[in-house]
């Protein structure tokens, strides 16, 4: 791991807008011909793979964290418009096909809670969690799209506008099925931990 001070070793950098997640900035960093001082080196030579891959898996249950408490505010904002909205005199929130889709949607996002905690404990307890850190993530970030789009359609039209804001956690919930590490590579991470063999280097 090295410590590259841009006033020092000056490199390239170009942001690029994203779908979601706007309050940060994404950008591609290039280092071309940049010489970094020995002193600025923090870790001994061949740790620092090692060190990016423990804290890659121990963020991917706080990532899926962030999706259900994402997912859970889109469903707040749908179960609240189903309420207010009426049709064939009568508020949608009664309509039996509305209160499946915010069902099957909040179950969803509740278990992958749960196993985004487990994974949490087990961390916390030294126990090797890859496994439960890599399922957490998918689980929790694919169901928080899911439950997104149920938001959405139950809303109709209004759930496509940025006014009613599920669109903006659609954005979110999108973008995190694939910061650190997308869907795919965490389920082959998850497939080596069971199978005992890597399908991938």
């Not at 070793?9 to 994404?26: A, D, L, Q």
């Not at 890599?134 to 959405?152: G, I, N, Q, W």
Request: glycine fraction near 8%; charged fraction near 25%; charge should be neutral.
């Amino acid at each position: 791991r090295l410590v590259v001070d841009r006033s020092e070793t000056p490199w390239i950098s170009r942001e690029i807008p994203s779908v979601g997640i706007r309050n940060i900035s994404f950008a591609e960093l290039e280092f071309q011909g940049v010489e970094v001082p020995i002193e600025n080196r923090i870790s001994k030579p061949g740790e620092a793979l090692q060190a990016f891959g423990r804290g890659i898996e121990a963020s991917r249950p706080f990532i899926g964290l962030t999706a259900v408490g994402v997912a859970k505010h889109a469903l707040d904002l749908a179960t609240a418009y189903t309420k207010d909205r009426v049709a064939f005199g009568r508020p949608i929130a009664k309509f039996q096909a509305v209160q499946v889709a915010l069902a099957d949607a909040a179950m969803e996002v509740a278990a992958a809670r749960l196993l985004c905690l487990q994974a949490l404990w087990m961390m916390d307890n030294e126990i090797h969690a890859a496994r439960e850190a890599s399922m957490s993530k998918v689980l929790a970030t694919e169901a928080a799209v899911r439950a997104c789009h149920a938001a959405m359609d139950v809303m109709g039209a209004m759930g496509l506008s940025e006014e009613a804001g599920v669109e903006r956690c659609w954005r979110d919930c999108r973008m995190l099925t694939v910061i650190d590490g997308t869907s795919g590579i965490n389920r082959l991470i998850a497939g080596r931990e069971i199978t005992g063999h890597a399908a991938f280097i």
